[in-house]
């Protein structure tokens, strides 16, 4: 999944392509291995090597743990970066969640984990307050994460926007 800072929306990848998701959940109910999770922001596939607004060497849909400066990828490793890091993120996810979330609220958390990394979102206010319950809270929270580098970034505050939106989705409580 990733979001598309110009259509505004979550896209989803299944089988052969790209479809919409915002709105139907991922995958019409569950988070399974179809759908990978391109959450950097909607820039969308860079096979070479940059750095992003704070520096950091990313490439392909937002993966940074092996990227380096001057490599360059193909789609399909691309694509196997962008499953092996969504199926990374997603575990670390659920480790630090004690109970189940609704799909909508798992999309977007597991966005905003892509985005910010595992530690910092088990160790949130937004895990916290889904964790007891409190499901409407723990979606305000993403609004709060628009800054990098010490910074508001607009592409983040678009992003957050539309995770918040998705999570809420389903509570009645969208902004």
């Excluded at 400066?69 to 890091?85: F, P, V």
């Excluded at 985005?115 to 889904?130: D, I, L, P, R, Y």
């Excluded at 983040?156 to 926007?161: E, P, T």
């Amino acid at each position: 999944m990733y979001y598309n800072t110009a259509d505004n929306k979550f896209r989803c990848y299944e089988d052969v392509g790209w479809t919409d998701c915002i709105g139907s959940g991922v995958g019409g109910g569950d988070l399974s291995d179809a759908y990978v999770a391109d959450v950097n922001g909607g820039e969308g596939e860079f096979r070479s090597a940059y750095r992003d607004p704070v520096g950091i060497v990313t490439d392909c849909f937002g993966h940074t743990k092996t990227a380096k400066m001057g490599t360059t990828n193909t789609h399909e490793q691309c694509m196997a970066k962008l499953k092996a890091d969504f199926e990374e993120h997603y575990a670390g996810m659920q480790r630090c969640l004690v109970r189940e979330l609704p799909v909508n609220v798992q999309a977007a958390a597991l966005s905003f984990t892509f985005n910010v990394g595992v530690q910092k979102f088990c160790t949130s206010t937004m895990a916290a307050k889904f964790n007891v319950g409190d499901i409407a809270g723990g979606c305000a929270e993403m609004s709060r994460w628009i800054n990098a580098g010490g910074k508001p970034l607009p592409g983040l505050v678009k992003r957050r926007a539309a995770e918040r939106q998705l999570c809420e989705q389903d509570l009645g409580t969208t902004q």
